[in-house]
């Protein structure tokens, strides 16, 4: 900010230089008359007003009222003596700047105290004279305050229009990363929670087995190699996804079709998972991926809350929607969990326009999911 006043004040220090320079130039010359200005005053006087507007000047971005109120006074005393063409262009170009770069209050003052003056002296010039007079102090003050004033109010309106895209850009853009965010922290979750925990459960119901089956430990550890192969897959996919350009909406790594894989590793954890499962071909991606995160996050949860318990799995495909419905028991004594995977699967519902449920139910644990299906029968 600092930065920005100092190049503002050499720019000003400038201008106020070179007005001083052409005006001074002007009066030594002779062109400083304006209509109907007279010759009242000396030209020390007239580079004298002169030097106070110029002083005025410098100040015309820094402190804009300070900068009015300086050249207002240097341009009455000049208008006094017979306005003349340097005072008046500096008092021009400080009314421009002010209006244009002010506060917004600033500008408001400026623009009724241009409206009230305006209408000021064509009043007093049209009782005073003739309404041909008037015209022509109508036409004077036009030039002189109105048309810097309103191209002011023009560029500043302009100038806020571009300001607010650009916030909304900014805005526009902040959610789309957070979106972006949100997403991907839901599908590491999927892959985490999934995939690992189920892994971890997996081996925890392995080692404190009492007995060694053999089959039961060639189950277990197939299931462990495939989730951990799964896991590494879908972390692959994710890594492609964000290196990719124009990345997809979402890494499509798994599908309904393959729920069986799911029941099978949380058998292998030891569930006993009842599991009904409808046609499921050609269903549209989203509600797909959608369907198949929701029963591995709802049976994940069974493994940690409801360990070796009885689970019902229903997937069934009606007309104009598809329905999830997953069911444990309550158990007393098991650490809760903290929340996000039940969050993870709302919005993976609510992500396709569907609607999510979970929570305690005769005794039991049920989620139930329902996406819809749309043209896609």
Known sequence: MT??????????????LGSFALGALAYLLGLDRMWGSGDHASTGVRLALLGVACA????????????????????????????SLPVTGVMIDVLHVAALD??????????AAVAVITVAVVAVVAVLGDWRQ??????????????????AANIREHREGAERVARMAELDRRAAVSAERARMARDLHDVVAGHLSAIAIQSEALLSAPGK????????????????????????TMIDVLRADDPVDEPVTARLGEVGRLVESARAGGLRVGAVVGNVDGL????????????????????????????SLVVERQVRRLVVVVRNPLR?????GTGTGLVSMAERAHAVGGS?????????????????LGTAL
């Open 284 to 311: 549209p991606v989203a509600v797909d991926v959608a369907a198949y995160r929701i029963v591995q996050e709802s049976l994940t949860n069974a493994l940690k809350h409801a360990p070796r318990s009885e689970v």
């Open 332 to 336: 007393d004594g098991v650490a809760r």
């Open 134 to 151: 008037s015209l022509g102090a109508g036409l004077q003050v036009f030039s002189l305050l109105i048309v810097p004033v309103w191209w």
């Open 102 to 111: 002010g506060s917004r209050r600033l500008h408001r003052v400026i623009r």
């Open 3 to 16: 930065g920005v006043l100092i190049r503002s004040t050499r720019r000003d220090v400038l201008v106020a």
């Open 56 to 83: 005025g000047q410098l100040f015309r971005h820094t402190a804009p009222p300070l900068a009015l109120a300086v050249v207002v006074a240097a341009c009455a005393a000049d208008t006094a003596l017979g306005s």
């Open 356 to 372: 999510f449920r979970a929570g305690p139910v005769d005794g039991g644990w049920v989620v139930r999911a329902e996406l819809p």
């Open 213 to 236: 089956d053999p089959e039961l430990v060639r189950t277990v550890l197939k299931s462990v190699r495939e989730n951990s192969l799964r896991s590494l897959t879908e972390m692959r």
